[in-house]
C-alpha cells in the first residue's frame, strides 16, 4: 500500500515552470514524473520563519549520506528535519550537490536569454507568496542524475526514473514548499526534453 493513502489535493507542474505549497506537520506531498526522466528542483522553507529552509550542506552532515534515503530526513539550516523522505517508487537519484540552474548559467552554456530557470521559478513563489526570502537556496534535485565517480569528479547524466515514478515526503514541520520542473535543455540533466511533474498532497 503506497505511503500516501488519501489525497486531499493535486497540482499539475507544467514543463519548465514552478508551483508551491503549505505543508502542516504530518502532511504527506507525493511528487511523481509523469512522463520519466524529469528532474524536480525541491526547496522547504518553515512556515513560521522563511530563513529556516532545507540545506543540503547541513543534511548532509545530519545524516552522513550524499542524500536522505527512505527513512532519512532533510534538514534545515537550523539543523533541524524539515522533510522525511518515508516511500521511493523511483530509481533513487536525488542529488544534492548542483546549484538550481539560473540565467548565468544558460549564459555559460550558450543559451538564447531569456530562458527558464529553476532559480526564476523560486523566485517567481516567493513572489505569489509575499516572501521575501534573499540569496541563493541550494535545491534537492529530486530524480536527478548527477554521479560522483571515485575520482571526485561528478557527471551529468539523463535520470533513470520511468513515467509514474514517485517519491512521498512527510513535513516535519509546518512549512512552504516550493518545486521546479527543471527547464534544463542544454545538457542531459532532463533528458534533454523538460516534461511534467505531478503534485499530491494528503494523508
Known amino acids: 500500500m503506497p505511503a500516501l ?15 508551491s505549497v503549505e505543508l502542516k ?3 504527506l506531498i507525493r511528487i511523481t514524473d509523469l512522463k520519466g526522466a524529469q528532474p524536480c528542483d525541491f526547496w522547504a522553507f518553515n512556515k ?15 545524516i552522513m549520506k550524499t542524500y536522505p534515503r527512505v527513512g532519512d530526513a532533510a534538514y534545515t539550516n537550523h539543523r533541524r528535519p524539515v522533510v522525511t523522505l518515508v516511500e521511493d517508487r523511483s530509481p533513487g537519484q536525488h542529488d544534492m550537490e548542483f546549484a538550481a540552474c539560473d540565467e548565468e548559467r544558460y549564459r555559460q552554456l550558450g ?5 527558464a530557470s529553476c532559480q526564476d521559478n523560486l523566485q517567481k513563489e516567493f513572489k505569489k507568496r509575499g516572501m521575501t526570502v534573499k540569496g541563493i537556496i541550494q535545491p534537492w534535485n529530486l530524480f536527478t542524475n548527477f554521479p560522483i565517480f571515485p575520482d571526485g569528479t561528478i557527471g551529468i547524466k539523463a535520470p533513470d526514473s520511468k513515467p509514474g515514478d514517485n517519491c512521498t515526503l512527510r513535513a516535519e514541520m509546518d512549512c512552504i514548499v516550493v518545486v521546479s520542473a527543471c527547464p534544463q535543455d542544454m545538457n542531459e540533466t532532463c533528458g534533454g526534453t523538460p516534461t511534467d511533474l505531478q503534485l499530491e498532497i494528503g494523508t
Open 111 to 115: 543559451a538564447k536569454l531569456p530562458h
Open 48 to 62: 513560521n520563519d522563511h530563513w529556516e529552509f532545507l540545506a543540503p550542506e547541513y543534511t548532509k552532515v545530519s
Open 5 to 19: 493513502t488519501k489525497v486531499e489535493r493535486t497540482i499539475h507542474v507544467p514543463a519548465r515552470t514552478g508551483a
Open 25 to 27: 506537520k504530518g502532511q
